[in-house]
């Protein structure tokens, strides 16, 4: 008898160690990349020399205070970003506030958008990739390393504010779906709402351009095709933010980066409501570069100080819920692509030298 009950409590404990495994490695992600947002304004809101002033606002200066702006740094920055603060800070983690010792930052030497995206991806710093406008990414990146994974073929998708993303990723060598501007979805079976958001990026406005197109379009686009096809691992590449700091435009900066807060939230919210995503799906959020100071905050790029300086946020079922991080010593983006590939469970490799896990992310 005794025999019996010690086999059975080795089948149960054996069980449970299989059933922790399991849930120990959640089986979706979600990234999520924001173009040039600075850190100052994720963990201090509004910067007060840049909304009192007048060369920067082109919008009601009084709406634009009473929307963003607090003497209290706490409450500012939920102003601009509620989701973030309200829910990410109380059940994931955000590296990378300065003030508390968190420093976060890319490491190829550009501090621009493809070398950062390119880094953030591949997990290489690569100096050779040094212009927006370089061709097709010779680097493997973790998107199509997890798509050749087993359970995952067919299930890594991106959707992109710029166009240089389907180099970045390189669609043509790995044959991911890469969704650019102004390119409708044409899978078989499309929904309602997939018909309707192929249809209606085709009445926006381009003010930047035929390469890029509105963040709502794309968000719009990509998850009307995440409630249809429930893909595994979903890049959502958005780009308002770095347009309108180019332009000059402060006030439009903070609607971009509101509005991108409350797409996050709005997508967490449908992901812990769908049986396929709820307890099983992470979401990173990672931005590509940072920004100058200053008047300079409308400019990035290896001249501009302080446009190397980044950051961090993660939340998911398998994720330390240790919010606002202090004294994390350093990290570089160059860790994201061995980071994302391990919350999945995998080790992702590659011929170059990529950065490290980042260990404190997982529980």
Do not use: C
């Not at 506030?97 to 958008?113: A, E, I, Q, T």
């Amino acid at each position: 008898m005794k025999q019996v009950s010690f086999l059975l409590l080795i089948i149960f404990l054996t069980a449970g160690t299989v059933v922790a495994q399991k849930t120990s490695k959640p089986g979706n992600i979600i990234i999520v990349s924001i173009d040039g947002l600075r850190w100052k304004e994720v963990f201090q809101g509004a910067e007060k020399q840049l909304i009192t002033g007048k060369k920067f606002i082109s919008q009601d200066s009084a709406q634009v205070m009473k929307k963003y702006w607090a003497g209290d740094e706490q409450e500012r920055r939920i102003k601009l970003m509620p989701f973030v603060w309200n829910t990410i800070a109380k059940n994931g983690q955000l590296y990378g506030n300065r003030d508390l010792g968190s420093k976060v930052n890319v490491k190829n030497p550009y501090w621009f958008s493809y070398p950062g995206r390119n880094e953030n991806l591949t997990g290489y710093a690569d100096p050779k990739v040094n212009s927006n406008d370089y061709p097709d990414n010779p680097n493997k990146n973790v998107l199509e390393f997890i798509d050749r994974q087993k359970g995952y073929k067919g299930k890594v998708v991106a959707f992109a504010s710029w166009d240089a993303v389907a180099r970045i990723i390189n669609r043509n060598r790995n044959g991911l779906l890469v969704n650019n501007p102004f390119e409708d979805l044409k899978e078989n079976n499309l929904t309602e709402a997939e018909k309707l958001a192929n249809e209606i990026q085709h009445y926006e406005p381009q003010i930047w351009g035929d390469g890029e197109r509105l963040d709502a379009n794309t968000y719009a686009l990509a998850k009307s095709y995440i409630m249809a096809k429930h893909p595994k691992v979903v890049y959502l590449d958005l780009a308002d933010t770095d347009d309108d700091a180019h332009e000059g435009k402060y006030d439009f900066y903070l609607d971009a980066i509101h509005n991108i807060d409350a797409m996050i939230g709005r997508l967490w919210d449908y992901l812990q409501n769908d049986p396929f995503y709820k307890n099983n799906t992470t979401i990173m959020v990672v931005p590509d570069h940072g920004r100058g100071e200053g008047d300079q905050w409308t400019s990035h790029g290896s001249s501009i100080p302080h446009a190397n300086d980044t950051w961090l946020m993660v939340i998911g079922p398998n994720i330390k819920a240790i919010g606002e991080v202090k004294n994390n010593g350093q990290i570089y983006q160059d860790q994201y692509a061995k980071t994302i590939a391990r919350i999945l469970g995998f080790n992702f490799t590659s011929v170059n030298p990529i950065g490290g896990v980042i260990n404190s992310v997982m529980k």
